[in-house]
Every structure is written in C-alpha cells, then in structure tokens.
C-alpha cells in the first residue's frame, strides 16, 4: 500500500469500517511512514474534539405537544368547515344567479339589482352616494308577462295535454282488448261446460247399460 | 429497528398517548443531538425537539412501517432545522458567552472546555449543509453510509467522500484550537 491510498482509507480506519485484513495493511504503513501516521494522529484528535462537544439535554414535554396537536387538529376542522360553508354559500349563490336570472349591476350613483327577464319581474334601485333626501328606497314594480314570454308556456301545456290524450286512449285500448280475453275466456268456459255434461251423460249412460246386462 | 419500536409501533401510530410517549423517551436524546449539531444553539434544541415530536405526531397516521423509524424522525428533524434556518439566520454563538454554573469546583477549567466545545461546535455549524449532514450522522449518531443513502437519497460513495471533505475541512478549522495536535506535530 503507498502512501495515497492508506490516506484514503484512514478515516475508515479512524471509524472502524476496514476489513481485518485491511486494518492490517494500513497499520503496518503507519508504523512505517510518519507522515501518514501523523496524518492518523490528527484525525484522531480531531475525533476527540468533536466527541467533547456535549449536545444539551432536552426533555420533550408530551402533555403540552398533545394539547398543541389537539389545537391544530381543532384549527384545522375549523377551517375546514369555514371553506365548506364558503363553498356551500358560493353555490348557493350560483344556483340563485341560474334559475332567477339575477342581474346585479353598478352603475352611476345606482346599484341595480334584478331577477327574472328584463321586462319581467322585480326590480330593486337603491342610490348609497346620494343625499338622504334623494335616496331612493327600495322601489318595486311589477310588469304583466308578454304574450311572447307566455308562448312557450302554452305550448307546454298543449304538449301536456296532448300526451294525457295519447295516455288516456292508450288505456281505453288495453281495456278493450282485456274485456276482449274475457269474453274469449267466458266462450271457452261455456264449451268446456257442455263438453263435459255431454261426456258424463254418455258415461252414466254406460254404466247403466253394463249394469242392466249382468 | 429496536424491538420496543416494534411493540410500540400500532400503539404510537393509531394515538396512543402513553405509546407516544415512551417514543420520545427512547428518541429525544439523539434528536436533540442531531439538531444542536445541526443549528450550532443550544438555546432552541428544547422547542425544535418539541416540534419534532409534534410533526411526528400529526404525521403519525400517514406514516407506513418499513423497519425506518429514525430515518423518519431524523428526516422530519432535518426538515424542521431546515425549516428553521430558512426563518433565521444561523447566529454564530459568541465566544464570550460562558455559563458557569454554581457547583462547579474548577470554573476555569470547565469554562475551557465549554470553550473547546463552543469552537468545535461553531466550526460544524459552519461546514456547508451537505457535510455538516453526514459528519453529524456519521460521527455522533453512527449511522453507516447504507442507511444514511436511503435515508438522504444520496449513493452511499457520495456520502463517504462527503465526510472525508467534512473530516478535512474541520482539521484545517480546528488546527490552531489543538494545541495536543500542534504539539504532537512538533
């Protein structure tokens, strides 16, 4: 072993990781070389050194980190329910926005909020900058429906009624056809009825017959 | 893994408290080594020990066993002396800052190895982040480079060569804080 690789290998040497062979090697080169063995002396000592330095002793307080955990639990529910209700509260809103089409709007000096269409429906202006005298309280008006808006009403209940026709002729058909089966049914009963009489009459007429000859 | 982490381990992991606790028992030495070496202040050992074991904690349940305990809690250790140092700059302590405490018969004696310690101590924390790593593991810990590969993500040759860098840039540090190694040489 030369020089360069037993100081490669001195740390390992320093912290047990060599093989007894190689521990073997490196020693028998220390004993023959100063340099590396001044070399080991010194990872030696800096190996002491770093050993002297005492790291605090600590004592971890259990009670307090479970409360501290349940305080983050705590908060973390908290918040959680808080951007559920948001989340709730903005769909809400949404659906709100969808099915009245609300309409809310600023404008100079106004903030116009409306539902329904624009010629139908309510309408509400309120005026926040201006004067108290000026300030225009909540103001409503109700406009009649047109008979454009109302066409599309009548031509679902036409609709409606025609399918309650359809329906309804549907079941006076299969009515029809029951009471059809039931008299088929009734016509077959009487034949079966009268075949049967005939077929007893015709037996007793037998039996009577046998019984006279013996 | 030790055999007491193994009995402990479903009783920690589902909330136990009394099983959690004897976990910090068997761990809050070696954490606390590990992050003095780390940060180089004895002063905030106490609270980054106690936020150690409350991330640990809260992480409990997300935990899976796969016989790595401390390189867990070494890695949550590591991340909140991370997280620490990105809050605040390291503080190189102050060589005049000795505590002697009452009982001690020598204080002049005591105080010079306090001061030994402090200046080995601040020539660690002064190493860069990469070496200061593997010495603490290696040197006061006695992680092997295998596990500190899996634990760091880091091949195991790297690592060597890291604290044979970590081991040479402390001597030249530490020479003239050496007067046995100075004399030695003569």
């Not at chain 1, 740390?11 to 490196?26: A, H, K, P, R, T």
């Not at chain 1, 926005?97 to 100079?108: C, H, M, N």
């Not at chain 2, 091949?155 to 020479?175: D, Y």
């Amino acid at each position: 072993m030369n020089c360069t690789h037993v100081r490669g290998r001195l740390s390992d040497l320093l912290y047990e990781e060599l093989s007894s062979g190689e521990i073997e090697q490196v020693k028998e080169h220390l004993t023959q070389c100063p340099a590396c063995k001044s070399e080991y002396d010194s990872l030696q000592d800096l190996r002491r050194m770093l050993d002297g330095v005492r790291a605090p002793t600590v004592s971890v307080n259990t009670p307090g980190m479970f409360r501290q955990a349940l305080e983050i639990h705590s908060r973390r529910a908290r918040r959680w329910r808080r951007a559920a209700v948001a989340l709730a509260g903005l769909a809400a809103t949404v659906l709100a926005v969808i099915l009245f089409r609300l309409e809310i709007r600023a404008g100079s000096n106004q903030v116009v909020i409306r539902w329904g269409s624009s010629t139908s429906g309510i309408e509400t202006v309120t005026n926040p900058k201006s004067e108290p005298s000026e300030h225009h309280t909540a103001e409503a008006s109700y406009v009649p429906a047109s008979e454009a808006e109302l066409q599309p009403l009548r031509g679902l209940i036409h609709a409606l009624d025609a399918s309650m026709d359809q329906l309804s002729r549907e079941v006076e058909n299969r009515d029809q056809r029951q009471q059809h089966n039931i008299v088929r049914l009734q016509e077959q009963v009487t034949q079966l009825r009268v075949m049967f009489q005939r077929q007893m009459a015709t037996y007793l007429a037998d039996s009577s017959k046998k019984g006279e000859n013996r | 893994m030790d055999n007491d982490e193994t009995d402990l381990f479903p009783g920690w992991q589902s909330g136990d408290a009394s099983a959690f606790s004897a976990l910090v028992r068997r761990w809050q030495g070696p954490m606390a080594r590990f992050l003095f070496h780390l940060v180089g202040e004895r002063e905030v050992v106490q609270d980054l020990c106690q936020e150690v074991f409350l991330r640990a904690f809260l992480a409990a349940p997300r935990y899976r066993e796969k016989g790595e305990l401390s390189a867990w809690l070494y890695r949550i250790a590591l991340n909140v002396a991370r997280d620490r140092t990105r809050r605040r700059r390291l503080i190189v302590r102050s060589m005049a800052n000795c505590d002697i405490p009452s009982d001690v018969s020598e204080p002049g004696v005591h105080c010079e190895q306090q001061e030994t310690s402090d200046l080995v101590g601040q020539a660690i924390a002064e190493l860069p982040e990469p070496l200061r790593i593997v010495l603490i593991l290696r040197h006061y810990e006695g992680v092997n480079f295998e596990k500190m590969a899996r634990l760091l993500g880091t091949p195991a040759s790297t690592l060597k060569s890291r604290f044979a860098a970590a081991l040479g840039r402390l001597r030249q540090r530490l020479r003239l804080f050496a007067p046995d190694n100075e004399e030695s040489k003569k």
